[in-house]
Structure formats: structure tokens, C-alpha cells
């Protein structure tokens, strides 16, 4: 029995676990954060806060703009089938690029009409 307490005793504990409890035991979460998330609610995305020890939580990140009311993404992708190709990039730069060609084919086909 004894030996069992000093094994319970020697083992340390979970240093993420305060992080990551919930409730009343919970770190608050700062103001931007929670602005950045109510944003996410309000487009329809479901945004997870990962707790800072976290590598993904380091290589991703995103800001909100409020004054535009734009939301920035950093996003590490990775392929794991393309001999694990890792590409970091900002998804504005590519989604303002896709929405300006998009919308210049919208014009195209309209005038077309």
C-alpha cells in the first residue's frame, strides 16, 4: 500500500492540465481573444483557442481587424501524401487573389449577357 502511495506521490502532474480545465478553474481568456472569437461566431466558423504550449497554437495564428471587420489567418499546411510538404502561408493574400478573379469572371459573364 505503501508503495503504491509513493509511486501516486512521485509522478508529477499534468502542467497542461490548468490550462486546459474548464469552469470555474479556467484562465480567463483576454479581451482580443474573445473579440476574435465572437467574430468566428458571427461568420458561421467555429474557432478554437489552443492553449500556448501547444506547437500549432505557436505556427497558426490570426488577428482580428476590427476597424475593416476583416479576420487575418496564418496557416501552417500540411500534405502528408506529398512527402510531408509544409507550407506556411497568410490565406488573405490567396483568398483576396480568388475573390478578385472570381468576381472579375461574375463581370465577364454579365456583360456577355
Request: aromatic share 8%.
Amino acid at each position: 500500500m505503501s508503495s503504491a502511495f509513493d509511486t501516486l506521490g512521485s509522478i508529477s502532474r499534468d502542467k497542461l492540465r490548468k490550462i486546459t480545465c474548464k469552469g470555474e478553474n479556467a484562465l480567463k481568456i483576454p479581451f482580443s481573444v474573445r473579440e476574435l472569437i465572437n467574430a468566428n461566431r458571427l461568420r458561421g466558423c467555429r474557432y478554437l483557442v489552443l492553449p500556448p504550449h501547444f506547437q500549432r497554437s505557436k505556427t497558426n495564428s490570426s488577428k482580428l481587424i476590427y476597424k475593416r471587420n476583416r479576420i487575418l489567418w496564418k496557416v501552417e499546411w500540411v500534405f502528408p501524401h506529398a512527402e510531408n510538404l509544409t507550407i506556411l502561408t497568410r490565406l488573405g493574400d490567396h483568398l483576396e487573389g480568388l475573390i478578385a478573379q472570381d468576381s472579375k469572371r461574375k463581370m465577364e459573364e454579365e456583360d456577355k449577357d
